[in-house]
Nanobody, 122 residues
Framework: VQLQASGGGLVQDGGSLRLSCAAS????????MAWYRQAPGKQRELVAR???????DYADSVKGRFTISRDNAKNTVYLQMSSLKPEDTAVYYC?????????????????WGQGTQVTVSS
């Protein structure tokens, strides 16, 4: 499974951005898709996660400002980020948990995208 993320950039305090991440490959079934972020000098942290059934989970720091969604037909996850703050500045990574392989021999695998920079200026 390959992940292609896009949508990062530079935005002013209070602005908005939308990140996208498309999964491609063969013989896989996505269980959950998520966005993580890592700021300089800090550990990578979960931002938001959405399951195949649509259940979502958010970090407390982004609740009410960020919205995660997915297009199952396109195997794509989105992160709509609003009311951005300078502390949201980080590299954002797409993450996918998927069952991979033929139906009679599937295994759960974890995949990471290449990361996209989000910078919020004050």
């Amino acid at each position: 499974v390959q992940l292609q993320a896009s949508g990062g950039g530079l935005v002013q305090d209070g602005g908005s951005l939308r990140l996208s991440c498309a999964a491609s490959g063969s013989r896989f079934s996505i269980i959950a898709m998520a966005w993580y972020r890592q700021a300089p000098g800090k550990q990578r942290e979960l931002v938001a996660r959405i399951t195949s059934g649509g259940t979502t989970d958010y970090a407390d720091s982004v609740k009410g400002r960020f919205t995660i969604s997915r297009d199952n037909a396109k195997n794509t996850v989105y992160l709509q980020m609003s009311s951005l703050k300078p502390e949201d500045t980080a590299v954002y990574y797409c993450n996918v948990d998927a069952m991979v392989g033929p139906v009679w021999e599937q295994t759960l695998r974890d995949y990471w995208g290449q990361g996209t920079q989000v910078t919020v200026s004050s």
